[in-house]
Every structure is written in structure tokens, then in C-alpha cells.
């Protein structure tokens, strides 16, 4: 549900869904994506870049990685942290070509965000 939420770029009530999932399987590294995600989206994103930091694999992309890697970016981008966003940005555009289709639609929105606040 809080995915979903993420894709519509529906906000609001992205908090619940995110936070019983997590609780129900803290370990599962696609609740932690979608918590750490939600974390940023929510402004904590101290707590969210630390949710999302781990489940980085540079030598592995797949859309876990670089859903990931898309929060990452934003949530640094956020905090004013030029030099360590450009790593999860350029790791998200040389891999974008296997990004699925939701997940370009959450990427270019978070690319539109982030031209707009520069």
C-alpha cells in the first residue's frame, strides 16, 4: 500500500502501511526499501538514509537496489549533501534501462523534484 502511495505521489497517508509492514518483518529488506522511502518522504530522512544504506549493492543492480539507490539520491539531494548523492545518482542512470516501469514513474518524479529545488 505505501508503495503504491509512493507511485501516485499520494503522501498523505503513507506513514501506517509502511510502519505495519516493517514491524510484521523488520528483516525484509522490501519493507526496510519502502520504510526507508517512506522515511524521506515524511522529511526523517536521517532515518531513512540509514534504512537504505545498507540494502546498496553497486555490484548487483536490480530494482531493489536501485529503488533504493532513487531514495538514497533524494534523501541526500534533500539534506544538502552534493558529493555523496552523485554516487546513487549515477549508479540509478547507468542502470535505468532495468528499472520496471513503476519504478521509472517514482525516479522521474523524484528527477523532477530535485531540478526544481536547484
Known sequence: MAWLSLLKQDYTNIDYPS????SISPLNPHFQGTR????????NLKQGVRLLKPLINFNFPN???LCAAMYLYY???LQGLENEKIKYLNFVLENKTILEEDDLVIW???????????
Not at 510502519?19 to 516493517?22: E, H, S, T
Not at 518524479?109 to 536547484?118: L, M
Open 19 to 22: 510502519k505495519v509492514a516493517i
Open 36 to 43: 526507508g522511502s517512506v522515511l524521506i518522504e515524511m522529511g
Open 63 to 65: 530494482n531493489q537496489t
Open 75 to 77: 534523501g541526500l539531494h
Open 108 to 118: 522521474n518524479a523524484i528527477i523532477k523534484r530535485t531540478q526544481q529545488e536547484t
